[in-house]
């Protein structure tokens, strides 16, 4: 019987920068670094966490510019820095190898942070997490070549983001978009996320060297997908075969943030792929 973990909620000190994360499981358990997504922040994976954290050690951050974490006036706002800081958290932390599981912002600081570090990587669990030119929607390349952010922080579309493309909204939480919305409204926020929405486009140009991390190092992978993601397309986590032929791929019906209404099958893949396919040695 799954017996449900206690949740630990901290702060570590990343160069001035106060980090906010979550923690659940035991503390000799396999570690597995959450990373969350756009706007959210690490309470995206609050249910997750309680799934699997009687086997595993599960740790969630928030980044600077979401969630509670506390970054000082003039932090400038770029992925790279943003990966500065998770660089940073995981030392402090002392998590020497781990499984990464990255979801859309995700992506690009885990993948910076996978290529910077490849003998930390016991293995990755990517949930639209876009790598790949062809996975952008004709929606995303608009977004992400634009000079401006028009609506992009407003309820409508931090709303929509949850429940497009998702067959049965009623399964969607309406505490998530709403905490979400909640941080986004906060001082200083807007300057913050304006600042990552329009560095994203050098996520783009840093497709290959992600690619090349993947094929050089193929750390075992689970890809998991929600196929009517109206910015990350299902070619995208097709594409990733091409680099990591080994790795599992679960195409499913429902949007962006695939947890909130596919988390028991999502739990149980993650599970399976965590006990039988990553490369932890303890």
Do not use: C
Not at 24 to 34: I, N, R, S
Not at 65 to 79: D, H, L, Q
Not at 145 to 150: F, I, M, P, Q, R
Not at 264 to 272: F, S
Request: aromatic share 12%; glycine share 10%.
């Amino acid at each position: 019987m799954n017996r449900l973990p206690k949740h630990v909620h901290d702060f570590v000190d990343v160069g001035g920068v106060r980090v906010f994360y979550r923690a659940a499981g035991p503390a000799d358990a396999p570690p597995v670094l959450l990373l969350h997504g756009f706007p959210s922040g690490s309470h995206q994976y609050r249910r997750l966490m309680d799934a699997l954290g009687d086997r595993f050690r599960l740790i969630a951050p928030d980044y600077p510019g979401f969630g509670f974490t506390e970054a000082p006036e003039g932090f400038r706002y770029t992925f790279e820095a943003l990966t500065d800081v998770i660089d940073g958290f995981v030392a402090a932390l002392g998590l020497e190898r781990f499984v990464l599981y990255a979801f859309d912002f995700g992506g690009p600081v885990g993948l910076r942070l996978a290529a910077r570090h490849p003998e930390r990587i016991a293995g990755l669990v990517l949930q639209n997490a876009n790598a790949y030119e062809e996975g952008l929607s004709d929606l995303a390349r608009a977004t992400i070549a634009a000079d401006e952010v028009g609506e992009l922080f407003t309820e409508p579309v931090t709303r929509g983001q949850y429940e497009g493309g998702v067959p049965d909204p009623r399964l969607v939480d309406p505490a998530g978009w709403t905490l979400d919305q909640h941080f986004l409204d906060r001082p200083g926020r807007v300057r913050a996320q304006t600042e990552l929405a329009l560095d994203y486009r050098g996520n783009v140009a840093q497709y290959p060297r992600w690619q090349r991390y993947l094929r050089e190092h193929r750390p075992p992978a689970l890809i998991v997908w929600g196929t009517n993601d109206a910015f990350f397309t299902a070619a995208g986590a097709r594409a990733y075969l091409r680099d990591l032929p080994g790795a599992g791929l679960h195409l499913l019906d429902t949007g962006h943030f695939a947890l909130e209404d596919r988390l028991p099958e999502i739990a149980a893949l993650v599970e399976d792929f965590l006990i039988h396919r990553s490369l932890f040695t303890s």
